[in-house]
């Protein structure tokens, strides 16, 4: 499904990912941890198309098509699909209001009221209130309230490549429990895969990973299987410093 | 500073160049003055669309007089066209116990300025809210002039700002509260965004307190769109130009929503978004 092959990134004049290759095919799915600022997030950055980073050198496919030109919506409409670490608010437009928009912008097929009614099961699934529809878009919303919106997008969208960056952070324990048991299932379908950005090995105790890659200073220094992650639990990442 | 020299500049006043005085007179033709005055008492909602199409260099002066215990719902919608370049002064006085809120939307044209200058007297309520655009390489520019001239008066400005494709916007927001006058409320309020690279804004909001006890706030911001919201929407399917557009119609409808009156809504939008 995704194949990256030595890609190389700056942002600015700093190169914060040096020869990166990864494939993660259907059915899979990848856990990437590594320290701060080892270059998780700007893998998934980059794969989702952020502009502020650039590719410099190095191939990504998705799908069978080259990935490196195509601007971020054309990659989320062909099936990739980011989580954001801080969600942002935009005041003066409501959530059920902004998910329509971005619905028809997807040529989406589903009518306003069965869209509505998606909706509604989805505020119910995450417990975010009555209100949620009306609110504006993640507007004074708390740092859990703006995740699992993001989750609820997701589910809305039915995306094919789900990036999680961070999804974890900053939940309560509940939350990451509610949040990861979703994404499990969703994973569950048939044709979905995922690359998982995370710190902490907890979500991975739900969400299990088929690949599991440490990422130091930009480059991928450990693959293998869940295995890993025991190693992590025990002694940290100084040993892939 | 006396009511008079507050509400007709004149040279000595820091914002001169920003004066009503110099449209009037040699340079400025003045083609009329009219007087909407709303009996005591009563509740009116009114709209005026402007659409100058001349071209030549032309002011034109309101009077708004809205009686005591009187109410109006005022619409203000005007679009300037390649070479119009006008300018329109409001002179508004509120008697006491008495509301008015007017609306300004203003889009386009070379010039297309309104004035404001309001007095507002005793348990007076103004509000001015509304929209300034320019899109065509030309200044669109609301100037309001608040003079709270009685006790427990609320005023509030509340102007939102577009400008792109060497267009120019200019919020300039005054209030002055005069001696005596306990229980004042004011606030003055601009977002202006800039779409482009080549769009320009200025937001000047001056408040000028000479009383103890009131209650005043100010907030103005200039900038562009902004990058993280636009990189969000992408992420979730929407092109680059469609989420600008989206982001500007966001910023539009934090005032638009504020009408009460929802076909006026409706115009509103269609006015700025056809």
């Known amino acids: ?197 995370t710190h902490q090995p907890t979500i991975l105790e739900t969400i299990k990973p088929t690949h599991v890659h440490i990422i130091v200073d930009g480059k991928i220094v450990k693959s293998g299987d869940k295995r890993i992650i025991k190693g992590i639990i025990e002694n940290g990442y100084r040993k892939f410093s | 500073m006396a009511i008079e020299s507050f509400l007709k500049v004149d040279k000595a006043d820091p914002d001169w160049a920003y004066s009503p005085s110099q449209y009037f007179g040699k340079q400025f033709k003045m083609i009329d003055a009219n007087c909407l005055q709303i009996k005591e008492g009563t509740d009116d909602i009114m709209v005026l669309r402007l659409s100058p199409t001349e071209n030549d260099l032309l002011a034109k002066h309101l009077q708004i007089v809205g009686r005591e215990a009187s109410k109006l719902d005022l619409y203000i919608i005007c679009e300037g066209g390649e070479q119009t370049q006008q300018v329109f002064l409001y002179n508004v006085t509120c008697e006491p116990n008495s509301i008015l809120n007017i609306g300004i939307f203003v889009k386009n044209g070379k010039l297309n300025k309104h004035i404001f200058e309001c007095e507002a007297y005793e348990n007076s309520e103004i509000n001015i809210y509304g929209l300034a655009e320019n899109d065509m390489n030309g200044s669109s520019e609301i100037i309001a002039k608040v003079y709270h001239a009685g006790p427990n008066v609320i005023s509030q400005q509340l102007i939102n700002c577009s400008s792109s494709n060497k267009g120019r916007t200019v919020f300039q927001g005054y209030v002055k509260i005069d001696k005596d006058t306990n229980g004042s409320l004011t606030q003055v309020s601009n977002a202006s965004v800039i779409k482009d690279e080549t769009g320009q804004a200025f937001s000047i909001p001056q408040l000028m307190i000479e009383c103890g006890d009131v209650e005043a706030r100010h907030n103005c911001t200039v900038g562009q769109i902004d990058a993280e919201s636009l990189w969000y929407l992408q992420s979730r399917g929407i092109s680059l130009a469609d989420a600008k557009k989206l982001l500007a119609e966001i910023h539009q409808d934090r005032i638009i929503n504020l009408i009460p009156h929802t076909d006026i809504q409706d115009e509103i939008k269609d006015f700025f978004r056809d």
């Open chain 1, 1 to 197: 499904m995704l194949k990256i092959t030595n890609l190389h990134v700056n942002v600015e004049d700093s190169e914060i990912l040096s020869g990166i290759d990864l494939e993660i095919k259907e059915g899979e799915i990848h856990a990437v941890m590594g320290p701060n600022g080892a270059g998780k997030s700007s893998l998934a950055n980059v794969i989702a198309g952020n502009p502020d980073y650039t590719i410099t050198n190095g191939k990504m496919n998705f799908k069978r098509k080259i990935l490196n030109s195509l601007t971020p919506d054309v990659r989320s409409r062909m099936g990739i699909f980011m989580t954001f670490q801080d969600p942002p608010e935009i005041d003066g437009i409501s959530n059920l209001q902004l998910s329509r928009d971005i619905l028809k912008a997807r040529e989406d097929k589903r009518n306003s009221s069965d869209i509505i009614s998606d909706y509604k099961k989805l505020i119910q699934k995450f417990d975010l209130g009555s209100e949620w529809m009306k609110r504006d878009f993640n507007y004074g919303a708390s740092g859990g309230e703006k995740k699992k919106n993001e989750v609820l997008q997701m589910n809305l969208l039915d995306p094919t490549l789900l990036i999680l960056d961070e999804i974890d952070s900053g939940l309560d324990v509940d939350a990451v429990k509610t949040i990861s048991s979703d994404i499990k299932t969703f994973l569950s379908k048939k044709g979905k895969a995922a690359l998982i950005i």
